[in-house]
Each structure stands twice: as structure tokens, then as C-alpha cells.
């Protein structure tokens, strides 16, 4: 036979022997147990049934529909100063670059060694260097060594995919985190407008009882009235003044909790007015429920970027009971003797090059173990999404019927603060023509005092559960545009070679 067709069939021949060797280690049967949820799987409620479907989704800068200046301004800050949307930042580039550092290994290796040294040789009868006896000579090389991998089995390019979809979820995280920022300063921004609004009825409360107390010293004056009726319109005066000044205590938390939200100190939330805010026409639902609704929300693009991640690493770990074949190669120069560069004459060039197989044949279970891992983080993985998007639909199905709650509780509330201020007013007339006693007026008063709160709660609950309707739809972000195709996010199966050689 012609030698250069032995030549030929010797890569063939080692190639079988090492495929017939990597069947030594097989997978057991190791494989993922879990499926991700179909988000049309999930049955929706009647309030997500019944919810306007002709609008677009949420604005991206969604604070904007409460039409508060101050609060554009704040949430533009945070964007800028928040140290967690910074630390958010700062894992997204790391992903980025453990991905670089995952797809380099793709590449052409190529390391440069070189060695300078003056040698002195021994005098020895019996292992002397010979001519070389009782001399000083350079001793010299330089080397470039060369190496790259076939990446037969997929294992570096599905090791390059897992960390770029991990990069992915970092980035979905980092959208995660925003939308948590500006859902907390908004909320927070609610509050303290809920706290001067409650200042304004304590106020109000607090002038209504001076004038009551003016009023019951006069009556006494008069001869009419008597030193009981002034003791209590003097009683509700030290308890109100303590709730003006816990108003106030909460006022100035609030501020620091905006300031600390946007990364800035007490000082700068110290400047903060008092909110405007107001909400127009209600926030209507996309026409595709639930699974592009649900394929809109950070957190669940985040799950299944992660999914796809540990998809990937069960085939690097599949790739690992293959045998690995590297090409590798080297270029130098070397001299022992001459002078010091001598050794870059083309009479000192040597090369190597050649494959280098790693077998796997006998591992104490390290392959099947590192298998069982990846397949159990897949398993968690899916686990993950799962729980994340009933959570996503139970959210927005809570926030639906908040919101119906609390149009329905607004128009009663108004209609409590409308009946309590005829009921009060009427006592207080009374009162002044000597028809009824204080404690009439007194007890109109209270009713009023704690009906024009409610009243201010309701609306603040409303304001909120805008905001967290916004939250649960995605916040306007669009995570969608970059979510990982459905295909991504299936476990692959076990190469039916390791599955059979295995048994």
C-alpha cells in the first residue's frame, strides 16, 4: 500500500480508537425533569378577562402620567446617582466580559517565551560536558507555542452561549432593578404627598377647635355657657398639635427615603415641595393577554435567559464524555553557545506541531457528577420561571382588581366627606344658636376629621396602584425585544451515543 495513503487512514484510524475509548464513560441516564410553563397554559381570571384591551402598552417614563414636575426631576437623579442601578450596571459588564473570556477560548492561542542565560559548565570525568568543560557560554531560546481547539463536540461555543445569555439576564436584571427604582421613589413620593395632605385636614381640624374654644368662652362670658363645655373644647387641642408634628416627622422621612432612593443626601432632600400630583385617564391593558403581556416583565425575561444558560451547560457537560482534540504548534530558536543573539540564526530554527487528545476512560463519576449538576441547575432554572410567571399573572390580577376597588372606593369615600362636612356643619349652627350642646359638635367633627382621611387614603392607594399596574406590565421597558427564542429554553437531549455506550 503507498505510504501516503497510510498516512491518510491514520487520523481515520486514531479517530475511531478514541471514539471507541470515550464510550468507557457513559451518562447514566442522567437527564433534566422539568418543563417550562406555557404562559396561554395559565388561566386568566375574570379581571383580567374583562380589562380594557385597546390600548398601547405603558410609556416608558410611565411616572409622567401623574404630571408632577418635581417627580420627572427626582426620578431622572435616581437614574443618573443610584448606587443600584449602578451596581446593576456594573454586573451587566462583568457578564459582558466573562462572555468575552468564555468566547476567547474559540480562538487561536498563541503564547511568546524567551530565555536569556549565561551557563557555566562543570569540570567532570565521568559526566563532564566535554569540550564544554570549564566554560561560560549562552545558553539561549525563544519560542512562540501555538495552540488551537476543534471544538469538536460544541463544548467552548455552548460555554461561549451560556455566558452570553447569562449576560443577557444580567441585563434584564439591571431593567429589573430600574423599574424597581422608580416604582419605589414614585411610592415613596405618594406618601409624602399623602403626609401634607393629612397635615392640611389636621390643620384644618386644629383651627376648627380653636374656633370652637373661642366660641365656648364667649357663651361663658355671655353667661350662657359653662366651664365644662370650655374644658372640652380645650381637651382635643394638645392631641391634635401631636399629630401635626408627627405629620411633620413624616414629612421630612419621607424626603430623606427620595433622596437616599436617587442617591443623594438629607440635604438635598431637604428641598423637596410639596407634590403635585394628579392622575388622569385610567392605564388599559395590551390586546395580547397573557403571553405577550407577561413576556414584557424584566423579571420573567430574566428567568428565561437563565433557562437557556443552563440548557447550554448541560451540553458543555455532555461535551466533556467526548474526547477533546487540540491542534498545537510552536516556532523558536535555540543555542547553546556563540554569543548572546546567535541563537536568532536561521541554523537555530526549530518547529513542532501535532494533535493533542484528552481521553476520558476512567473519571471516578467527576463526569457524570458535573452532568447531574448542570442538569439539577436547569431543573432549578425552570423551577424559577415557573414560579416567576404565576407570580407575574397573580400580580397583575391583583393590581386589576385593585384598581377597580379603588375607583369604586373613591366615589364613596367622596360621598362619606360630602355627608360628614353637612353633618358637621349643620352641629356647628346649631351649636352657635344654642340649639345642641359641644359634644354634638364634637363628635361631627371627629366623623369629618377621620372621613376626609380616608378619603385622602383612598386616593393616595389609588395613585399607588397605578403605579404598580404599570410596574406589573413592565414599566414601559419592552423587555421582550430581547428575550431568548422559545427553542433556547428546551433542555437538549442526550447524544444517543453516550446514552447507548453508558448502559
Same mark, same amino acid.
Request: with cysteine; aromatic share 6%.
Given at each position: ?10 487520523? @481515520? +484510524?486514531?479517530?475511531?480508537? /478514541? ?14 425533569? %422539568?418543563?417550562? #410553563? ?12 374583562? &380589562? ?7 410609556? !416608558? ?20 446617582? +443610584? ?22 477560548? =474559540?480562538? @487561536? ?23 564544554? %568543560?570549564?566554560?561560560? /557560554?549562552?545558553? *539561549? ?30 441585563? &434584564? ?19 409624602? +404627598? ?8 389636621? =390643620? &384644618? ?16 362670658? !355671655? ?15 394638645? =392631641? ?6 408627627? #405629620? ?7 424626603? *430623606? ?50 433557562? &437557556? ?19 498545537? !504548534? ?6 547553546? !553557545? ?5 541563537? #536568532? /540564526? ?6 513542532? $506541531? ?14 457524570? +457528577?458535573? @452532568?447531574? $449538576? ?11 420561571? *415557573? ?7 397573580? *400580580?397583575?390580577?391583583?393590581? @386589576?382588581?385593585?384598581? =377597580?376597588?379603588? %375607583? ?14 353637612? /353633618? ?16 354634638? $359638635? ?62
Amino acid at each position: 500500500m503507498p505510504r501516503r495513503i497510510v498516512r491518510g487512514l491514520m487520523p @481515520l +484510524s486514531v479517530w475511531a480508537l /478514541t471514539l471507541l475509548i470515550s464510550g468507557c464513560i457513559g451518562t447514566g441516564g442522567i437527564a433534566p425533569q %422539568s418543563t417550562t #410553563l406555557s404562559p396561554d397554559s395559565l388561566a386568566t381570571d375574570e379581571a383580567i378577562k374583562e &380589562a380594557d384591551k385597546d390600548a398601547h402598552w405603558p410609556d !416608558g417614563q410611565w411616572w409622567r402620567a401623574y404630571g408632577d414636575d418635581q417627580l420627572n426631576h427626582w426620578i431622572e437623579l435616581a437614574a443618573l446617582g +443610584s448606587p443600584s442601578l449602578a451596581i446593576a450596571a456594573a454586573r451587566v459588564r462583568q457578564a459582558r466580559a466573562m462572555a468575552g473570556v468564555a468566547e476567547s477560548a =474559540e480562538s @487561536l492561542h498563541a503564547t511568546a517565551d524567551s530565555t536569556l542565560k549565561r551557563h557555566n559548565w562543570p569540570t567532570d570525568p565521568f559526566y563532564g560536558p566535554g569540550d564544554l %568543560s570549564n566554560t561560560s /557560554t549562552w545558553d *539561549n531560546n525563544a519560542s512562540i507555542g501555538l495552540s488551537y481547539s476543534l471544538d469538536l463536540w460544541g463544548k467552548e461555543s455552548n460555554s461561549t452561549e451560556q455566558a452570553l445569555d447569562m449576560a443577557h439576564m444580567s441585563a &434584564a436584571q439591571a431593567r429589573q432593578a430600574q423599574l424597581e427604582l422608580q416604582d419605589n421613589i414614585v411610592r415613596a413620593y405618594i406618601q409624602l +404627598s399623602l403626609n401634607y395632605a393629612q397635615r392640611d385636614i389636621a =390643620e &384644618a381640624t386644629l383651627a376648627q377647635q380653636e374656633q370652637i374654644l373661642e366660641l365656648a368662652q364667649r357663651r361663658l362670658k !355671655g353667661g350662657i355657657g359653662t366651664h365644662f363645655e370650655v374644658s372640652q373644647a380645650q381637651a382635643p387641642l394638645p =392631641e391634635t398639635h401631636r399629630q401635626i408634628d408627627a #405629620l411633620d416627622e413624616a414629612i421630612a422621612l419621607s424626603r *430623606n427615603q427620595i433622596a437616599a432612593l436617587a442617591g443623594k443626601g438629607p440635604g438635598d432632600g431637604a428641598s423637596l415641595k410639596r407634590p403635585t400630583l394628579s392622575l388622569g385617564t385610567a392605564l388599559k391593558l395590551p390586546s395580547s393577554l397573557p403571553a405577550q403581556l407577561l413576556g414584557q416583565r424584566p423579571d420573567v425575561v430574566a428567568s428565561r435567559w437563565r433557562v &437557556a444558560a443552563q440548557a447550554r451547560g448541560i451540553d458543555v457537560a455532555h461535551a466533556g464524555f467526548y474526547p477533546n482534540v487540540d491542534l498545537m !504548534g510552536s516556532l523558536g530558536y535555540m543555542a547553546t !553557545g556563540g554569543g548572546m543573539l546567535e541563537f #536568532l /540564526t536561521g541554523k537555530k530554527f526549530n518547529y513542532s $506541531v501535532g494533535p493533542a487528545v484528552t481521553l476520558p476512560i476512567f473519571d471516578g463519576g467527576r463526569l457524570r +457528577s458535573e @452532568l447531574g $449538576v448542570a442538569s439539577a441547575g436547569y431543573d432549578a432554572a425552570v423551577g424559577q420561571y *415557573n414560579q416567576t410567571l404565576i407570580n407575574a399573572l397573580k *400580580n397583575i390580577s391583583d393590581q @386589576l382588581i385593585r384598581r =377597580e376597588s379603588m %375607583s369604586k372606593q373613591q366615589v364613596f369615600a367622596d360621598q362619606s366627606v360630602a355627608a360628614a362636612q353637612k /353633618t358637621y356643619d349643620i352641629a356647628r349652627v346649631a351649636y352657635q344658636r344654642g340649639l345642641t350642646d359641644y359634644l354634638n $359638635v364634637l363628635n361631627a367633627q371627629t366623623l369629618l376629621f377621620h372621613q376626609e382621611q380616608v378619603q385622602q387614603q383612598v386616593q393616595a392607594a389609588r395613585l399607588t396602584v397605578h403605579a404598580e399596574l404599570v410596574v406589573a406590565l413592565g414599566g414601559g421597558l419592552m423587555a421582550g425585544n430581547d428575550s431568548p427564542a422559545a427553542e433556547k429554553t428546551v433542555a437538549p437531549k442526550t447524544p444517543v451515543s453516550l446514552s447507548v455506550l453508558g448502559r
